[in-house]
């Protein structure tokens, strides 16, 4: 369930047709048609209702693989953040299995600011395994906007 303190979540995948799907763009969801807009505006696509959903009622799959944010809360669950430009719409949440908890709290730290700007990215990575097979898979990144910091 959506945390009423939270405007939204962002994911990194979606289930299509009864299987998970990796995304090349974000996906944001949320309770509120009008967070939705926002998103929608802000970050490119269309809101869409979603009806069988017992945790959100809107999504919006985005158009772009990085979002400006504002970092308010690491913890070892995931991240608490706001959109850069748009701090109004409240804070939306992210977690990824894919990260090293400790990573991402020595984030933060960041002395008295409130909040630190990064950059929540996907990105594509590819490897070849030991048969020659190419395997892509799409990795969740946050990087401070000073530093890269890949958790």
Known sequence: MLRKEYAGRFHSDRVFSGRREALHEWRV???SRD???????RLGGE??????SPHSRWEVLTETPIVEVLVEDVTSEGISFMLAEEIEVGKFFFSSNMWNPQ???KMSVNG???SVPCRLKLESVEFKTRTGLTILYILPSLQLTSRDVRC
């Open 47 to 52: 809101v869409r209702g979603i009806e069988d």
């Open 112 to 114: 008295d600011s409130p």
């Open 103 to 105: 990573e991402i709290i």
């Open 35 to 41: 967070v939705a807009q926002v998103a929608a505006r």
């Open 29 to 31: 969801t949320t309770n």
